[in-house]
């Protein structure tokens, strides 16, 4: 039981601290409007990295229009034995010569993540916060990322790794 809960309290923290702190946040978008949905991101999407819970993190995608989404991220509080109220994010992708980006606005700031997917998996990759440069548009912010996006150091360690959850009807 302690066991259980210890995991789930250290992969709950290293999602948050993965998703929050360490990511480079913009006022700006890498594109202003994204490519059209992916009809395979929309659902829920299972947190592979989080093992031995019955309630593991994950995360809701929305449409909201035809390059627009709702993203809700949902972690699982053990101590409550109830899900925190979500993070929501209004989210779009931009692809940059084939690696795509998620565009995560909150608060009016954006988050970057590099988002690769195959099949029923998704990983996710935060754009580190490790970026001096300020930008005054997303067309400088755009060149950046063009610049940088295959270099290892560009992204955070590690990456979230998420799993499709097939609707049972």
């Given amino acids: 039981m302690l066991r259980t809960f210890l995991n789930t309290l250290f992969y709950t923290v290293l999602t948050v601290f993965?998703?929050?702190?360490?990511?480079y946040t913009s006022e700006y978008p890498i594109e202003e409007n994204g490519i059209p949905i992916k009809q395979e991101l929309l659902g829920k999407w299972v947190d592979a990295n989080v093992g031995g819970t019955t309630k593991p993190n994950y995360i809701l995608f929305d449409k909201q229009s035809d390059t627009k989404y709702k993203m809700q991220r949902?972690?699982?509080n053990e101590a409550d034995s109830s899900y925190a109220s979500p993070m929501e994010y209004n989210t779009h992708l931009t692809n940059l010569k084939g690696t795509l980006f998620l565009n995560a606005e909150n608060g009016g700031s954006y988050t970057f993540y590099k988002l690769e997917m195959s099949g029923k998996?998704?990983?996710i990759f935060g754009v580190t916060s490790n970026i001096d440069e300020e930008f005054t548009s997303s067309e400088a912010l755009k060149a950046?990322?063009?610049e940088?996006?295959?270099?290892?150091?560009?992204y955070n360690q590690g990456e979230e790794v998420y799993t499709k959850e097939d609707v049972v009807q």
């Fill in 144 to 146: 950046f990322f063009l």
């Fill in 121 to 123: 998996q998704i990983k």
């Fill in 148 to 154: 940088n996006k295959d270099r290892s150091f560009f």
């Fill in 18 to 23: 993965i998703l929050s702190s360490c990511t």
């Fill in 74 to 76: 949902f972690t699982w």
